[in-house]
Nanobody, 122 residues
Framework: VQLQACGGGLVQAGGSLRLSCVASGRTYSNYDVGWFRQAPRKEREFVAAISWRGGSTGLSDSVKGRFTISGDKAKNTVYLQMNTLKPEDTAVYYC????????????????WGQGTQVTVSS
């Protein structure tokens, strides 16, 4: 499966963005999809994930109450709605797909998109 992430940009603190991750090659029906982010000089960290098979979702504590993850099966797209953005949310955001279940470990995800830059100004 090939993943294409888009929707990043520059936004002021308190603003919103919606990231999209579109899959091609295969449908998401047998995958779990996650979002990770990596800020400069920091390790990649888990943000959110959704299971197409079971419908479960998960969010990191740092984004709970501000971000939501959802999917549109007809469009083969997973969304990350980001509200009340903070400067510390600035990072490159990656979407990834797993056939072995989702978790906070990026090693579970075998397929990765190219990343989209999110910059939040104070």
């Amino acid at each position: 499966v090939q993943l294409q992430a888009c929707g990043g940009g520059l936004v002021q603190a308190g603003g919103s963005l919606r990231l999209s991750c579109v899959a091609s090659g295969r449908t998401y029906s047998n995958y779990d999809v996650g979002w990770f982010r990596q800020a400069p000089r920091k390790e990649r960290e888990f943000v959110a994930a959704i299971s197409w098979r079971g419908g479960s979702t998960g969010l990191s504590d740092s984004v709970k109450g501000r971000f939501t993850i959802s999917g549109d099966k007809a469009k083969n797209t997973v969304y990350l709605q980001m509200n009340t953005l903070k400067p510390e949310d600035t990072a490159v955001y990656y979407c990834a797909a797993s056939t072995t279940g989702w978790g906070t470990d990026s090693g579970l995800f075998a397929y990765w998109g190219q990343g989209t830059q999110v910059t939040v100004s104070s």
